[in-house]
Each structure stands twice: as C-alpha cells, then as structure tokens.
C-alpha cells in the first residue's frame, strides 16, 4: 500500500463537512489474490431516504513536486487504471481525483490540460487546503 497523500487529511475533513460518510481508508481493490489497488478514499451520501446513497471514490493528489506535468501524467494514468477497476470488479463508486485549489487555478485551467480532462473524462474535487473544504465539483 503507498503512502498518504500530504492532503489526504484535509480532503477527508473537506469531504466530512460536505456531507459525506467515510466507508473506506483506502478503498482496497482486490485485482487477483497477490495483487491489490488502493484508492485514497470511498465516501457515501445519502441522497433521500426513499434513495440509494450516491458513493464515490477519491484519489487524493497534492501536486507538490518539481514538475507539475509529470505528476499530472502520473495522476491520470492511475485514475484510468481505478476507473476501469471499480467498473471490471462491480463497484458503483464514482471516481474523482482531488487536487489543490492553487494546483487547479495555476494548471488545471490551461487549455491543454482541460482538453485532457475531458477527454480522459476525469472528474475533478478541487480542494482549499487552508480551509479544508471542497471548493468545486467538476463533471
């Protein structure tokens, strides 16, 4: 299993006051009986009562390193590899990928990088790290 995020404190209590349950610290992903993917978070809502709860899975990604464009490659090759894995193994979760909110402001609005969130169809949780709360859901 790999190390916490450095927000992956801030995005479960960003979460918490969003209105979500955490169900699991990673969500574990059982691929074969030796091999195993952790995403960072699941969390459930419960829509209405009369309702199935909305579920979703976070992977939780900080963006603190030299080369933004690197973890970027890295980040959205990890989040299709989990996609495909919570849709082959039968889990309702949506994925989201969580970043920064200064990570989004400086690099995520750049054309080139939204032409490929959309078209790698990833839904995005940017989060205020200072205040530890969801700032945006983007679909």
């Given amino acids: ?40 978070l699941g969390a459930e809502k419960i829509i209405a009562a009369d309702r199935d709860g909305q579920k979703i899975a976070v992977e939780i990604k900080s963006f603190l390193a030299a080369s933004t464009m690197a973890e970027f490659h890295t ?41 490929v969130i959309q078209r790698s169809q990833v839904n995005l949780l940017v989060y205020d790290d200072e205040k530890e709360e969801v700032v945006q859901w983007q679909s």
């Fill in 1 to 40: 299993m790999s190390a916490k995020d450095r927000f992956h404190d801030t995005v479960k209590i960003a979460l918490q006051k969003d209105g979500w349950l955490i169900t699991d610290d990673p969500l574990r992903i059982r691929i074969s009986s030796t091999t195993k993917l952790y995403i960072d």
């Fill in 75 to 115: 980040a959205i090759g990890q989040y299709i590899n989990y996609r495909y894995a919570l849709v082959d193994f039968g889990y309702k979760h949506t994925l989201y990928l969580a970043i920064p909110l200064i990570t989004y402001n400086d690099f995520f609005t750049q054309p080139f990088v939204q032409s």
